[in-house]
């Protein structure tokens, strides 16, 4: 379930860090670990320029495990999808104001099927082109990597943008969460939590960690 307050933490594996060829088994195991949430990444390899899954794996972690799913949809047309990962099973529904779609339009029908709204934007954007939807959002996605692979180097020109969705939600009196995804691990965390970020996508610090439990168990302490 998403938290009651922006003030609790949740920690999130993404799923693009586990092995695909036992995607039960990983999500029981980020589970047994400790693991919040599960990180769901949807690429679709136009928006990014990558591929890795669909509505089917998002169904078959949603029948395979009993974890709450943030999926988030690096794809083009998230308006167009969006019906098959709402009864794929996903809780939380990120889509990128980058993307092609009315996003007003798209977050109010998130919300209308009974998911999570969430926004999402990346490094470069400038956090700006999200201010128009924060009354609309239970999470913020600020992206600390140029979406489309794990493993790479967390960016700290995203900082200032973390620190300026928290001075925002504060004057506004919103709640919305700030989430963060890319390059996060014990280094990096404290620098983003600090910024005002309390959900923690982690793919490689977790699932590569030689124990993931105490990978989560860290970033949880921080
Ligand atoms: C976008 C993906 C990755 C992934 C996390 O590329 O969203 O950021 O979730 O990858 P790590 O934690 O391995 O950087
Ligand atoms: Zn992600």
């Given at each position: 379930m998403i938290p009651r307050t922006y003030k609790d933490r949740v920690i999130a594996p993404s799923?693009?860090?586990?092995d695909f060829g036992r995607i039960r088994e990983e999500t029981t195991r980020a589970i047994h670990a400790g693991a919040d949430w599960m990180h769901l990444d949807v690429m679709d390899g136009h928006f990014v320029d990558n591929i890795s899954f669909g509505p089917a794996i998002v169904q078959a972690v949603h029948e395979s495990n009993d974890i709450f799913l943030d999926v988030h949809l690096m794809i083009s047309r998230p308006d167009h999808f969006l019906p098959r990962f709402v009864a794929a099973g996903a809780d939380l529904i990120t889509v990128h104001v980058e993307a092609d779609h009315d996003v007003a339009n798209t977050l109010l029908r998130i919300r209308e099927a009974g998911c999570q709204v969430g926004l999402a934007l990346n490094p470069a954007t400038p956090i700006e082109s999200v201010e128009p939807y924060l009354n609309q959002i239970d999470l913020l996605l600020c992206m600390t990597v140029v979406p489309g692979f794990g493993g790479q180097a967390f960016m700290p020109e995203v900082l200032p943008k973390i620190e300026q969705a928290k001075k925002w939600r504060d004057q506004l009196g919103l709640s919305y969460h700030i989430e963060v995804d890319g390059g996060i691990g014990l280094k990096t965390a404290q620098a983003v939590i600090a910024a005002g970020a309390n959900i923690l996508v982690a793919g490689s610090s977790t699932f590569n960690a030689p124990d993931m439990a105490e990978a989560i168990r860290s970033l949880r302490n921080l």
């Amino acid at each position: 379930m998403i938290p009651r307050t922006y003030k609790d933490r949740v920690i999130a594996p993404s799923l693009l860090a586990a092995d695909f060829g036992r995607i039960r088994e990983e999500t029981t195991r980020a589970i047994h670990a400790g693991a919040d949430w599960m990180h769901l990444d949807v690429m679709d390899g136009h928006f990014v320029d990558n591929i890795s899954f669909g509505p089917a794996i998002v169904q078959a972690v949603h029948e395979s495990n009993d974890i709450f799913l943030d999926v988030h949809l690096m794809i083009s047309r998230p308006d167009h999808f969006l019906p098959r990962f709402v009864a794929a099973g996903a809780d939380l529904i990120t889509v990128h104001v980058e993307a092609d779609h009315d996003v007003a339009n798209t977050l109010l029908r998130i919300r209308e099927a009974g998911c999570q709204v969430g926004l999402a934007l990346n490094p470069a954007t400038p956090i700006e082109s999200v201010e128009p939807y924060l009354n609309q959002i239970d999470l913020l996605l600020c992206m600390t990597v140029v979406p489309g692979f794990g493993g790479q180097a967390f960016m700290p020109e995203v900082l200032p943008k973390i620190e300026q969705a928290k001075k925002w939600r504060d004057q506004l009196g919103l709640s919305y969460h700030i989430e963060v995804d890319g390059g996060i691990g014990l280094k990096t965390a404290q620098a983003v939590i600090a910024a005002g970020a309390n959900i923690l996508v982690a793919g490689s610090s977790t699932f590569n960690a030689p124990d993931m439990a105490e990978a989560i168990r860290s970033l949880r302490n921080l």
